[in-house]
């Protein structure tokens, strides 16, 4: 069998995945590409620190290495790059060095940037013909982005640099490398030649923008979100950033569904938007609709520019605006060509099932509440290249409202609400607001109504049966849990981490066999790891760092997701994990969520269907993605607590929709939940969510769990509790996150209080285990530990790099006494910083590393891990958390070193931590038993 881990090839399905992503917005007199040789001259100090993704969870992936964007222009050899420019930005990032702040979600959004005088960009532009201008931002977890400078809007200086720039030069490319959109009035008043969306492209990101540069790449990428003028132009605005409840009135008119229905003037750029070097001409041939199978099409897409190309074709349609409200384009089907030479065509077939384009009546108003229909009217479908211009392909009439599934109420809101409405009045559509629609079935009642069976699950001690005996068919799943006592199904439901000792040093979870106990059921113990971009491990370990979210939903590409994903599912492998906590799905309800690099779009349909195929990539090598946050999670500020009060309707046709195209095409088999409530809910805790809707409606049969220390409650408007995971699992999330020791219950939590008052049955926790034993029994940990290696496994063993340690500026400290302080001034506690002590022990002898430290005026929910390293061998790795203000003593303890010398290895991946005293205490004295061994071996 031949070699299937090929980095190279890895890289380069990396690269061309974030230069599909790049999105053009403004091409003047063909300005791009530019011909080889052309003189550049490149500012904004953004090209001394390339963003490859956001911060927090979603970007701590250690990597090999990094292509910027200006190293990946510099190093191609392709163009004269002005060097007094670029010493300059050297010069002024010298002297204003990079600003990461201090520890978890603190680095600012962006970095100060050059102040340029007329006469240096004069004479810059006399000796180069392009001028190229980078902007970089930022974002991530716990913090959301602000209409403000520096972070939405571009700075004055940005602005002020930008000017200048563009008047003395002739051609000014500006480059964003922003992980979503940012605000882009600016774009009139400065008028530069072109403009590039290059997101954050993960590790290979300079080298695509190289190629979309250079015109190896012909740009393809559509925007993934609407630009309007201004931020208050959004429908959610209004109610966005609360810091208790944020009303969600705009329902489902999220980013083009709204600006398309009622608001066309404010768009600067459309949904879909993207120019390319070549020019497109999308026909539509036979249309047709049939009452079973839906829509049926094909469109034939031609080149009809110079140079060959891509085009993505996105197909809307516009239902009537009857009982129930519409938006005037719902985005329901979207393919990409090959490469089409110039002259070339390509016939494209779009096949749309109905459900796709039903509307969910949460009100009963067509006569048909809590189903998805077909109302009654004439439906218009276009096709073309973005929202705007996509032109009309084909109308069919309804003559009846059809109902196309009848479902049952889930998760409404406790409390009624105005919510927006599309109607006709004198033929013209207007904003009205209605009253959006109340609970009318409680989900405690559901759920006491249809408990799991008692009988099934009644405990008959151990019965000798192991896992396995269940996976060979030899006896069922639940004859095999009734052998778990109470304690041991109460500590399955909890994960552990962060960095647990008990799987790959580093991520942030493990789950099954948490215990002995638990072990000796032959059950394996599986983990995870952060995140959508990559695998993160706190250790330092190196692994592949991806395009974000933005970025790989702008590809409008399902072909090079999945292949993507594919060399991701194998970087899992490699890596001894099983599952990717990723990728993030959650709708951009406003361009202001913190998180958004992560996520995709303003568009479920377009995320659902990426996300499937991203899976659908892991799933070859049978590793998964936890698929996050489900759901509702819109804004980060108080993202544990504040409350998203949103219809049924615009649930489930705007911020499910996306996850259960996951579910149904992607075959999900994991996810995650949000921190906070929605409809007053934790939705952790959430009956409705996780059962009648996830499992019942969706069919899903894998494992839900918590996000990282998230709190549960037991009814509507009940307080939020992080003790009460019996609601958790009575909901059935089945694992909460994560515990330090499982057996220890060290988070405290009410399981077995539960289970003994009544508030929680056995037969629930027997259910849940069998989501996650379900889950365990296709997880490659499964089969490592029955002992099966399989060639591939061994093929990614040689994979993994020994050359993990960074031994630079090491610092030499001879431990000859009892106990040896170590300067704790040598101590690098910044952000991925790594301090190495080369020690010397003229006694051979064990010892405590004892270290004093506590976290650095952060945040409650800031994780801050330390991992200490001895040679290449982790010894452990602690977090401490935001909420550890007091002087933690931590003790790890350093094997004998019989030859003298040894490494030791602080790596502070997160920053944060402020540290007191660090020495190395002798503990036992070896040098008898060396000699000994020695005189022995002789
Ligand atoms: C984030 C999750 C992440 C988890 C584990 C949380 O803070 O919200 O997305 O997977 O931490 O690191």
């Excluded at 001409?281 to 249309?287: L, N, P, S, V, W």
């Excluded at 992080?722 to 089945?734: E, K, P």
Aim: glycine share 8%.
């Amino acid at each position: 069998m031949g070699k299937i881990w090929d980095y190279e090839k890895f890289k380069a399905t990396a690269r061309l995945a974030a230069a599909e992503g790049i999105v053009l917005l403004k091409n003047d007199e063909k300005t791009l590409p530019l011909a080889e040789n052309t003189k550049l001259a490149i500012f904004g100090r953004s090209q001394m620190n390339y963003y490859k993704s956001g911060t927090g969870s979603g970007g701590m992936v250690n990597v090999d290495y990094v292509v910027g964007i200006y190293e990946a222009i510099a190093d191609s050899g392709l163009y004269k790059v002005d060097q007094t420019v670029r010493e300059a930005y050297e010069k002024f990032v010298e002297e204003n060095p990079f600003d990461s702040g201090a520890g978890w979600a603190s680095e600012p959004w962006f970095q100060k940037e050059m102040p340029l005088t007329d006469a240096f960009v004069k004479s810059a532009a006399k000796e180069s013909e392009v001028a190229v201008f980078i902007i970089g931002r930022t974002a991530g977890e716990d913090q959301d982005n602000k209409n403000e400078q520096g972070s939405y809007l571009l700075t004055d200086e940005e602005v002020a640099a930008l000017k200048k720039v563009t008047k003395a030069f002739k051609k000014t490319v500006v480059l964003l490398n922003v992980g979503n959109i940012i605000d882009m009035k600016w774009v009139k008043e400065v008028d530069p030649s072109a403009v590039l969306y290059v997101w954050q492209g993960g590790q290979e990101g300079g080298n695509a923008v190289l190629d979309v540069l250079s015109g190896a790449v012909n740009p393809s990428g559509k925007l993934s979100d609407t630009i309007a003028e201004n931020i208050s132009d959004y429908a959610s605005s209004e109610n966005f950033g609360s810091e208790v409840k944020n009303y969600q009135k705009e329902d489902i008119y999220v980013g083009y569904r709204y600006f398309e229905t009622f608001d066309k003037d404010k768009v600067l750029y459309p949904f879909g938007y993207g120019l390319s070097y070549t020019s497109f001409d999308i026909a539509a041939g036979e249309f047709a609709y049939d009452k079973k199978d839906g829509i049926s099409f094909e469109v034939h897409v031609a080149n009809t520019g110079d140079t060959a190309g891509k085009e993505v074709v996105q197909v809307y349609i516009k239902t009537p605006n009857g009982e129930l409200g519409k938006p005037a384009r719902t985005l329901i089907g979207f393919d990409k060509t090959d490469i089409l030479d110039k002259g070339q065509a390509q016939n494209i077939r779009f096949e749309i099932p109905k459900y796709w384009f039903a509307s969910y009546d949460d009100s009963g108003v067509t006569g048909h509440k809590s189903a998805y229909v077909l109302e009654k009217g004439e439906y218009t479908v276009y096709a073309g290249s973005d929202v705007r211009s996509a032109e009309e392909v084909g109308t069919f009439v309804l003559d009846e409202t059809e109902v196309v599934r009848q479902c049952e109420e889930a998760y409404a809101p406790i409390e009624s609400f105005e919510r927006l409405k599309a109607v006709v009045r004198n033929g013209k559509v207007v904003k009205e607001f209605e009253k959006a629609p109340t609970r009318t079935l409680d989900p405690n009642t559901k759920r006491k109504d249809k408990l799991p069976k008692a009988s099934l699950y009644k405990y008959t001690g151990d019965k000798g049966y192991k896992l396995k005996d269940v996976a060979d068919g030899k006896v069922s799943l639940e004859k095999f849990i009734a052998q778990l006592s109470d304690e041991d199904l109460c500590a399955m439901m909890r994960g552990e981490g962060m960095c647990s000792p008990k799987v790959t040093p580093g991520v942030a979870g493990a789950y099954g066999a948490v215990t002995d106990s638990l072990l000796g059921f032959g059950i394996p113990i599986a983990s995870c790891s952060d995140g959508p971009s990559g695998i993160r491990m706190d250790c330092g370990t190196h692994a592949f760092s991806l395009p974000n979210g933005t970025c790989l939903a702008c590809s409008f590409n399902e072909k090079i997701n999945e292949e993507l994903f594919t060399w991701e599912g194998l970087d899992l492998r490699r890596c001894r994990i099983d599952a990717l906590l990723g990728p993030g799905m959650n709708i951009h309800r406003s361009p202001l969520n913190g998180r958004n690099f992560e996520y995709f779009s303003e568009d479920p349909f377009l995320t659902g269907k990426l996300v499937a195929a991203q899976l659908k990539g892991m799933h070859k090598y049978d590793v998964t993605g936890v698929i996050k946050h489900f759901a509702g999670n819109t804004q980060e500020f108080k993202r544990h607590t504040v409350n998203n009060v949103v219809s049924e309707r615009a649930l489930r046709e705007i911020y499910l929709k996306g996850f259960e195209i996951a579910v149904r095409e992607g075959n999900a088999r994991a996810v995650m939940t949000t921190y906070g409530p929605v409809n007053g809910i934790w939705t952790a805790s959430s009956y409705d969510l996780l059962t009648t809707l996830l499992r019942n409606e969706w069919g899903f049969d894998g494992i839900a769990m918590t996000d990282w220390w998230a709190m549960g409650n037991d009814e509507a408007g009940a307080p939020g509790s992080y003790q009460n995971v019996a609601a958790q699992v009575r909901a059935q999330n089945d694992l909460n996150m994560v515990n330090t020791s499982a057996g220890d219950n060290t988070n405290n939590d009410n399981l077995a209080e539960a289970l003994a008052d009544g508030r929680l049955e056995r037969s629930e926790l027997g259910r849940s285990a069998g989501n996650i034993l379900r889950f365990l029994m296709k997880s490659p940990s499964f089969q490592h530990m029955l002992g099966n290696e399989s060639d591939l496994d061994k093929e990614l063993a040689e994979a993994v790099s020994a050359e993990d340690m960074a031994l630079q500026e090491m610092i030499d400290v001879v431990a000859d006494k009892d106990i040896t302080e170590l300067d704790v001034k040598d101590i690098k506690v910044g952000k991925k910083s790594t301090t190495v002590f080369c020690m010397t022990t003229p006694r051979r002898c064990t010892m405590d590393l004892e270290l004093v430290l506590r976290a650095d005026d952060q945040p409650d929910v800031a994780q801050l891990p330390l991992s200490v390293f001895q040679d290449k061998m982790l010894l452990k790795t602690v977090t401490l958390t935001g909420m550890d203000k007091e002087w933690q003593t931590v003790k790890i303890s350093v094997y004998p070193a019989f030859i003298g010398n040894f490494y030791l290895k602080l790596y502070f991946a997160n920053g944060g931590l402020e540290i007191k005293s660090a020495r190395l205490i002798k503990t036992k004295d070896m040098e008898e038993e060396f000699q000994r061994g020695l005189t022995e071996l002789n």
